[in-house]
């Protein structure tokens, strides 16, 4: 996925308190940036630093701030929805626990990413993450590469999980009323000449399936295309990691499958973390 580089216009200069050199060779900071933001800052770091909340003139003196501007401030904040006030107290508010919910799933998601594109490397194919979430078969994580490409959804994946490894294998690790809920919104129907023919045969299928080992799946999602997928149960979470080849890379589907395990459970824990993506 190509990326843009977006050019930014430079910020107003805006005059500024001027701040003690650093005790380094580093240039002094820029007349760019902007003081009450700084201090702003300052303040939030302040009252991460309590968790039982702390009073204005606590924050403006660890802060070595004025009493009129930390108030000043900390009002903003408050009304931004950054510090939360409580019988004199300053809190983190809703606004700053986002941003640090949001960043840690984007390391968490990085994380996930790094764990994929290693499998996918060591087996030389591309690797899928999926997870069954709220009813839905959803892909979260696909990493290729242009000599090894994903298989093309050219038909929606929550719509056919009964024709693709990994819908089999989220389906298999899930109890037969959710099982046959599932097949009821999204019936079986063949989206190739090997796809299961019916929901009996898939059920049946499903509950042949052995606790945690492979599925398989030969060119029932897309002709030309085998499959394999790994399940992962986290808890009461359905996951699985899956690989796709070319069908003249047959051969080696069930030792590519037996590399799988083996590395989804050394990097068990990073695609753990990725649950709650």
């Known amino acids: ?9 430079p910020p107003h200069t805006l005059p500024v308190q001027p701040c003690p050199a650093p005790p380094s060779t580093e240039q002094p900071p820029s007349a760019t940036l902007i003081g009450s933001v700084q201090r702003a800052m300052r303040l939030l770091e302040c009252v991460a630093g309590h968790e039982c909340g702390a009073p204005a003139k606590q924050l403006a003196r660890e802060t070595r701030l004025a009493l009129p501007t930390a108030y000043h401030l900390l009002r903003t904040l408050v009304h931004e929805g950054y510090l939360r006030r409580e019988r004199g107290l300053f809190f983190l508010g809703d606004a700053a626990e986002r941003l640090s919910s949001n960043g840690a799933e984007q390391k968490r998601r990085s994380t996930v990413i790094d764990a994929l594109a290693r499998c996918r490397d060591a087996i030389g194919a591309p690797v ?25 959804e050219w038909a929606d994946f929550r719509e056919t999980g009964h024709a693709h490894a990994v819908g089999q294998c989220l389906l298999s690790q899930l109890d037969e009323e959710a099982r046959r809920d599932h097949l009821d919104r999204y019936p079986v129907r063949p989206v190739t000449p090997y796809t299961v023919r019916d929901g009996h045969s898939l059920l049946r299928r499903l509950e042949h399936a052995r606790r945690m080992a492979p599925v398989f799946e030969r060119q029932e999602y897309a002709l030309g295309a085998v499959c394999a997928a790994v399940p992962i149960t986290v808890g009461t979470t359905a996951a699985t990691v899956a690989i796709s080849l070319p069908l003249q890379q047959a051969d080696r589907l069930l030792s590519a499958a037996r590399q799988l395990q083996h590395e989804v459970g050394r990097h068990l824990g990073s695609v753990g973390l990725s649950i709650s993506i």
């Open 128 to 152: 899928y993450y999926a997870m069954y979430r709220d009813g839905e078969i959803e892909i979260m994580c696909v990493s290729d590469t242009p000599g090894t490409p994903a298989v093309e």
């Open 1 to 9: 996925m190509a990326t843009a580089d977006t050019a930014c216009a």
